[in-house]
């Protein structure tokens, strides 16, 4: 299933009502790195190279992550 994460880089996605502070502070507390940001506050490109880094993201408060290969269709449109 292409959405499970595979990789190092990964969607992040938390809750739709977060300011863009949170989305980066999930992240940090995951102990990984902002990549780029995405069509909502609430949606990132992150990296990680924790072997564990998506439950982590999940322990930091994400509601979801994506394999970082979809990137490009969870971000298509961002800039108008």
Same mark, same amino acid.
């Given at each position: 299933?292409?959405?499970?994460?595979?990789?190092?880089?990964?969607?992040?996605?938390?809750?739709?009502? @977060? =300011? #863009? $502070?949170? *989305?980066?502070?999930?992240? !940090?507390?995951?102990?990984?790195?902002?990549? +780029? &940001?995405?069509?909502?506050?609430?949606?990132?490109?992150?990296?990680? @190279? =924790? #072997? $564990?880094? *998506?439950?982590?993201?999940? !322990?930091?408060?994400?509601?979801?992550?994506? +394999? &970082?290969?979809?990137?490009?269709?969870?971000?298509?449109?961002?800039?108008?």
């Amino acid at each position: 299933m292409a959405a499970v994460p595979t990789g190092n880089r990964v969607v992040v996605v938390a809750p739709p009502w @977060s =300011s #863009p $502070d949170r *989305v980066i502070a999930i992240i !940090a507390d995951a102990g990984g790195t902002l990549v +780029d &940001g995405g069509r909502g506050d609430w949606l990132a490109v992150a990296e990680g @190279s =924790s #072997p $564990d880094f *998506v439950n982590r993201l999940f !322990a930091a408060g994400a509601l979801l992550t994506l +394999d &970082g290969r979809l990137a490009a269709t969870c971000f298509r449109g961002a800039s108008t």
